[in-house]
């Protein structure tokens, strides 16, 4: 009867401390999404006030800035420019991710939506970011229509082709070619929640072939 006691004992205090451990790991990704969304909130507006390539550039990831030059984001953000002035954005909406990877150890990253309200029409700016050390740095970032299905949520096709997300890249411009040219010429085919992964395939077999 004792050890029975003796290890139902055990039993709950093992289940008191993962419930602890979770509920502490659970508040720690909520904090870090609320930073992640302050970030945004400060970063989106510095950029795109004048659709600034130095502004992203200086809050890209070492990666991200190995793979690219400040000739190609502004190439980027210039094919939004039809936009028009900057007016405002709208609150940030998404989540933090927290994860540990044997070799590179804690890896925190973020998945961030603003819609930006410009003189000429709406965008959605999605932002992939990570915070290697204290400071929030951005990975990815997309410039969508505000109506458009398919977001970079689980940023798949980006993990699949990592080229992709960095502005400028080959890859990156040819997707960036091809979703305008399907946007106008065939929009039903966006609204399938598959087609950035499509899109992504496609960008990739012609870039390689070029």
């Known amino acids: 009867m004792k050890s029975l006691l003796r290890f139902i004992g055990w039993l709950v205090l093992t289940c008191l401390i993962l419930a602890g451990v979770g509920l502490v790991f659970v508040s720690h990704v909520n904090k870090l999404s609320v930073e992640a969304r302050d970030y945004a909130q400060q970063a ?17 990831t070492e990666d991200f800035r ?18 028009g002035r900057y007016v405002k954005c709208g609150p940030s909406l998404g989540e933090a991710t927290l994860f540990f990877d044997f070799r590179k150890g804690r890896i925190t990253s973020a998945t961030i939506s603003t819609k930006i309200e410009c003189e000429r029409g709406q965008a959605v700016v999605l932002l992939g970011l990570t915070k290697p050390s204290d400071q929030w740095k951005i990975w990815s970032f997309e410039i969508r229509p505000p109506n ?17 997300g960095v502005a400028g890249s080959k890859l990156n411009l040819e997707f ?34 070029k």
């Not at 950029?47 to 130095?54: E, K, Q, T, V």
């Not at 190995?66 to 936009?83: C, G, I, M, N, Y």
């Not at 458009?148 to 992709?164: A, H, I, K, S, W």
């Not at 929640?193 to 992504?200: D, N």
């Open 44 to 60: 989106v507006p510095a950029i795109f006030s004048n659709w600034d390539a130095p502004e992203l550039y200086k809050r890209a």
């Open 66 to 83: 190995s793979h690219t030059t400040l000739e190609r984001l502004d190439a980027a953000l210039r094919q939004e420019r039809h936009l």
């Open 176 to 209: 960036l070619a091809r979703q305008k040219r399907y946007r106008t010429e065939h929009p039903e085919y966006l609204n399938d929640t598959e087609w950035p992964l499509r899109v992504a395939e496609e960008s990739v077999r012609a870039t390689q072939s």
């Open 148 to 164: 458009e299905t398919g977001t970079l949520r689980n940023f798949e096709q980006v993990r699949r082709y990592p080229d992709l």
